[in-house]
C-alpha cells in the first residue's frame, strides 16, 4: 500500500485523507508466478494498479501463439481497457510473470473517485494521452522498423525489464521471432 | 459545414445555439489532392474535421519510405495528438489523398469548447475511447496477423475506402509489400 501511496504523492497533490479513502476502496491481492488475473472471455471488473513485481497483457492468436500487447512493472496500471469500461467479455489475458502484489478498483468504485477527485481525473487523463502516444509509436515501429531497430527501442524504453523478462515474451513483444532475437543479441554481444 | 452540423446532431444532443457556437469558431480550409495541412516538424495547431473527402496521417522512416497510421475520410477527425496537446513539434505527416474539405479549430478555442460544452467533451471521451480499442487492435494484428488476415480485417473495417485508396498506401497501412498485397488479391480474385 506504501507504493501506491509514493505513487500518488509524486504525481499528484491529493491530500492524506484523498488518498486513505482511495486506498480504503482497493482489493488487495497477491498472485503467485505466471497466475492469471484475466482471462480471455471474462468480463474485466477492475482497474488494476501493481504495487510489486510484473504483469503482462497478452492475446493468443489463432495458432494458440501469444502476443504481448503490455508488461506492467511495478507502479503501473493495466487493464483490458475496452472490456473494462463496457464490461463485456476480454480479448485478452492478464497474467504475472513474477511473484506480484496489486490493487483492485471495482469499475464502480473507481468511477466514482475520479468523479469525486479531479486530482485522480487529470492523472487519468495524462495516462490515457501516453497510451495514446506509446500505441502510435508502438504502430509505426511495427510498420516501419528492422528487427535490430525493434530491440533498440525495447532496450531504451524498457531498460529495468530486459533481465527480467524470458526472451520468448521480449519475442512476442516486438513481433519477432525468438531465432531472430536471440541473433540480434548475439551480434550485439560480439560488438 | 452542413456535413459537421449533421454529425454532431446524430452523435450528440447539442442544441443549435452550441453547434452554431461551435461551427463560428471553426476555420474551413479546402485541401487539393496531395497537399499537406501537416509536416513533421511543425507543430499541430489545430483539431481537424475532415467533411468531405480522404486524408492520411503518416511518417517517415530512416530510409524515406512512408507509414501511414491513420485514413480520415468524411466525418472523421484527425490530428498529431502529441503535438497537438504538447504544442511541440509532430512526427508525422497529414496529407489530403483526394480532394478534401476540412473543418479546423485552434487549441485554445478548442480546449474552451470541450470545458464548455460536457455533451462535446463526452464525445471527445468517445472518441478517445474508441482510438485506444483500435490502437490495441491494431498492434494485436501487427504481431499475429498474417499479411491475408491484415487484409481482410481492412476490408472489413474500411469497405467504403478500398477504392479510393492506392494499393501502395494500403500496403503501407498494413505494414506489407506491394509485391505482397498484389498476390493476396489476385489469389482472392481468382476464387
Known amino acids: 500500500m506504501d507504493e501506491f501511496e509514493q505513487y500518488l504523492r509524486t504525481r499528484t497533490d491529493l491530500n492524506d485523507g484523498d488518498i486513505n479513502y482511495i486506498l480504503s476502496l482497493a482489493i488487495h491481492k497477491h498472485l503467485r508466478r505466471n497466475e492469471f488475473l484475466l482471462r480471455e472471455g471474462e468480463v474485466c471488473r477492475y482497474k488494476i494498479f501493481v504495487t510489486k513485481g510484473l504483469l503482462r497483457t497478452f492475446g493468443t492468436a489463432a495458432d494458440g501463439s501469444e502476443h504481448v500487447l503490455q508488461f506492467a512493472p511495478e507502479h503501473s496500471w493495466t487493464l483490458d481497457v475496452e ?83 524470458p526472451l520468448h515474451m521480449i519475442a512476442s513483444y516486438l513481433g519477432i521471432s525468438i531465432k531472430t532475437l536471440t541473433r540480434i543479441r548475439q551480434a550485439q554481444l560480439r560488438r
Chains 1, 2 share one sequence.
Open 83 to 165: 472490456s473494462y469500461d463496457r464490461q463485456q467479455p476480454a480479448h485478452s489475458n492478464i497474467a504475472a510473470i513474477e511473484t506480484s502484489e496489486v490493487l483492485l478498483w471495482p469499475k464502480t468504485d473507481f468511477d466514482n473517485l475520479l468523479s469525486t477527485l479531479p486530482q485522480l481525473k487529470d492523472l487519468s487523463l495524462q495516462l490515457i494521452s501516453r497510451n495514446i502516444y506509446n500505441s502510435r509509436q508502438r504502430i509505426l515501429t511495427a510498420l516501419s522498423a528492422t528487427p535490430e531497430e525493434k530491440y533498440q527501442e525495447f532496450i531504451q524504453s524498457f531498460p529495468n525489464l530486459l533481465t527480467r523478462l
